[in-house]
């Protein structure tokens, strides 16, 4: 098992729950469970941007990650989550 955590900036009607369930969507068999851990919409952000933090557990099913599998999923969710819903990873 293996827990991941990514940040990005959304615009702000992006809604949580949508990126929750774009998430879960990227590989069922090995997200098993998406929590959102930070929310922030403040005056140290851009304009109409908000940034949200969200922790992702994977679990694979018959084997040990390597740490390229881990990173390639990363990958995906990185630009899966950017091209859905036009945001940005923050670093």
């Known amino acids: ?3 991941r955590d990514f940040a990005f900036l959304f615009p702000k009607e992006v809604e949580a729950g949508d990126i929750i369930k ?6 069922k068999n090995i997200i098993h469970n998406v929590t959102i851990f930070d929310v922030y919409d403040g005056d140290k952000l851009p304009e109409n941007k908000k940034s ?10 018959d084997k040990t990650f ?8 990363s990958n995906k969710t990185i630009d899966e989550i950017s091209k859905a819903f036009n945001a940005s990873i923050r670093n």
């Open 1 to 3: 098992m293996v827990e």
């Open 22 to 27: 774009k998430l879960k969507k990227i590989d």
């Open 66 to 73: 390597k740490d390229q599998e881990i990173e390639e999923l």
């Open 52 to 61: 949200i933090a969200f922790r992702v557990l994977l679990q694979p099913q």
